[in-house]
């Protein structure tokens, strides 16, 4: 059976930098702080904002969520559906949005191996 992966999947993922999210002034200040143009900030705020909710979700669903990330920046996809109808907190416009998603699979990635390494 072939996987079906969906755009919006990646949107709810980082529904925790769009202003629709629950008013909280302290996420805000955090993410006005970081450059999402730079990837170390961009790393920086997934690590502080993303990795906690990530991490909240099981082993197949963060896997699925990278797969899907991955899977669309195979597709040579410019992401502007996710981008186009969300609303962030980011002070800036993203320039490079394939980057941005690239930045985000290597953090994901990256706190799925740490997930794992703890329940070995």
């Not at 002034?25 to 702080?33: A, C, F, L, P, T």
């Not at 896997?63 to 996809?77: C, I, P, R, W």
Request: a negative charge.
């Amino acid at each position: 059976m072939k996987t079906q992966y969906k755009i919006v999947d990646i949107k709810n993922l980082l529904f925790v930098f769009d202003i629709e999210n629950t008013r909280n002034d302290e996420r805000e200040k955090i993410i006005v702080s970081k450059d999402v143009n730079d990837d170390k900030e961009l790393g920086e705020l997934f690590d502080v904002l993303l990795k906690p909710e990530f991490l909240c979700y099981t082993y197949r669903e963060r896997t699925s969520l990278a797969d899907t990330v991955a899977h669309f920046l195979g597709e040579e996809d410019s992401f502007d559906r996710v981008f186009e109808r969300m609303t962030t907190y980011f002070d800036e416009d993203v320039r490079d949005q394939r980057r941005f998603m690239s930045v985000l699979l290597e953090c994901l990635t990256r706190y799925q191996a740490e997930a794992s390494s703890k329940t070995v």
